[in-house]
């Protein structure tokens, strides 16, 4: 057949020529070769970073609702959804003397019945609605927080409203939160990671400010009465000064008419104190959280810092970059890659409104409890003397930053809680716009500075949480005493 018809186009094509007609096909061009198969990917070395997007989160629009309630609004319509935020500013720093946890215990009590609800039928109301509601503290402010579909913001800032005021806060639900909240913390005290952190906070703050988690801790949870949560909910659910925040698909009149039907009418100014900051750290030294027969040790060096407010938050991010903020740190490719001590090694600024602290930490092998606590002093004294920030290091901190920027905002609820954050930390909303530029101006001697301001170890405790029986005398040569707590924060008295 096939034969045959080519046989027949032929004698056509001819024909066409002899009559002065078209002339005939062209033959077909040689198929094109097929593609290289891609090369594979060279792992002997990092992989390179693409190229930066230039990216800032659009602007967001404000105005201040007649009882002193500060709102955001970004409008997104790619989906028919609401992020909202809530942010009051009186937190955990708050909490009267001895009993730290009081606003984590009052707000998680908030929920546990409300107005004409009882504590599953406003689980059940919320359902109803497709609205997610949860609420955390910190120790600068409270944040509540909701999920919904766009047509649902009205019936569920009514829910959020009863929430915040008309909460039963029953004798029968404080008592029931209370023992969870304590058989939790009790679990957490099992925890290495959970000690070093608590004695890490006492240390650098002692009983001031951000020297407790905002949960408190098993002995202070303990000490709460409901008469403490009603005075701390008297005191810190107040509308003054607090700050929505609403990302999603809702025009600027729909969510004034919806917040003034839910809050218009609430008024009052919060009445609680924060507690002062410590004048200074604890004495540097060793200081242990004993885990009998732990497999591992949690270590750490810790020193306080600036808080939110730092002059030298951009340089400073750049620094810790380098040396223990990312996972090709110098820190982590000495503990995991080069020496196999940790799974991972990373180091942070903590900044609080008021204050903060730099930490560099990592969860080791015991026997290598005090090697890695070398290793960890002998990059803070190299990146200090004779291996200081190098300009490709410099570089590729600030591209990772600014490439990793935009990853922040990639959904509704990503996007509240990165402003919810600015509430937190007491800046405004035009931050994020700043943020990218800022950045980007970090040079290598302001980064440099910044490691010459962090890296004194004079500066810097160290905390251990492991096998004190074992391990305690390979503390030899430090020169540090070794001060002894347990996972409550508490000193022990040596024996």
Excluded at 65 to 79: C, K, R, S
Excluded at 223 to 236: E, F, M, Q
Aim: proline share 6%; aromatic share 8%; charged share 20%.
């Amino acid at each position: 057949m096939k034969t045959s018809m080519t046989m027949a186009a032929l004698a056509a094509g001819l024909f066409a020529v002899g009559c002065g007609g078209a002339p005939a096909p062209k033959a077909e061009a040689p198929a094109e070769k097929p593609a290289a198969a891609p090369a594979a990917p060279d792992r002997s070395k990092l992989p390179e970073p693409g190229a930066r997007t230039e990216w800032t989160p659009p602007a967001v629009a404000s105005w201040k609702m007649p009882n002193g309630i500060t709102v955001w609004h970004l409008q997104q319509t790619q989906a028919p959804l609401i992020a909202l935020k809530l942010v009051l500013p009186t937190g955990a720093a708050s909490d009267p003397a001895g009993k730290a946890g009081t606003t984590d215990l009052m707000v998680d009590l908030l929920d546990e019945g409300a107005g004409e609800y009882t504590a599953l039928t406003l689980g059940e109301a919320f359902q109803r609605l497709a609205t997610d509601y949860g609420a955390s503290v910190s120790t600068d402010g409270i944040t509540f927080s909701m999920s919904m579909l766009a047509d649902k913001l009205a019936p569920s800032l009514a829910l959020l409203s009863d929430v915040l005021r008309e909460p039963a806060l029953a004798p029968e639900e404080f008592r029931r939160r209370k023992e969870q909240t304590i058989a939790g913390l009790i679990t957490q005290e099992a925890d290495p990671q959970y000690g070093a952190s608590v004695v890490g906070r006492k240390v650098l703050f002692g009983d001031g400010y951000g020297g407790m988690p905002a949960g408190g801790v098993r002995k202070t949870v303990e000490a709460i009465t409901l008469a403490d949560v009603k005075v701390r909910y008297s005191g810190a659910i107040k509308p003054e000064g607090a700050t929505i925040i609403a990302v999603g698909a809702v025009d600027k009149a729909t969510l004034e008419k919806a917040l003034d039907d839910a809050f218009g009418d609430w008024a009052g100014k919060p009445g609680a104190r924060e507690v002062a900051v410590a004048e200074s750290a604890m004495p540097r030294a060793i200081y242990w959280i004993d885990y009998p027969g732990s497999a591992q040790s949690v270590v750490a060096a810790v020193r306080r810092a600036p808080g939110a407010e730092a002059a030298d938050y951009f340089p400073a991010a750049i620094f810790n970059r380098v040396l223990a903020g990312a996972f090709t740190s110098r820190l982590n490719l000495n503990l995991r890659e080069d020496k196999g001590y940790t799974y991972g090694a990373r180091g942070y600024f903590n900044r609080w409104a008021r204050a903060g602290f730099y930490m560099m930490s990592a969860k080791v092998k015991a026997d290598t409890t005090r090697a890695s606590l070398d290793e960890m002093l002998a990059e803070l004294a190299g990146i200090r003397g004779d291996k200081p920030i190098s300009q490709e290091e410099r570089d590729q901190a600030v591209g990772g930053y600014l490439l990793g920027f935009p990853g922040r905002f990639e959904n509704m609820g990503s996007v509240a809680s990165q402003f919810a954050s600015l509430v937190l930390d007491g800046h405004g909303p035009e931050w994020y716009a700043e943020w990218p530029g800022r950045v980007a101006a970090v040079d290598l001697a302001a980064a440099r500075a910044a490691a010459q301001a962090y890296t004194d170890k004079a500066d810097f405790s160290l905390i251990v949480a492991g096998d004190y029986e074992k391990l305690h005398a390979s503390m030899n040569g430090l020169g540090l005493t070794i001060k002894r707590f347990d996972a409550q924060g508490t000193p022990i008295k040596s024996k």
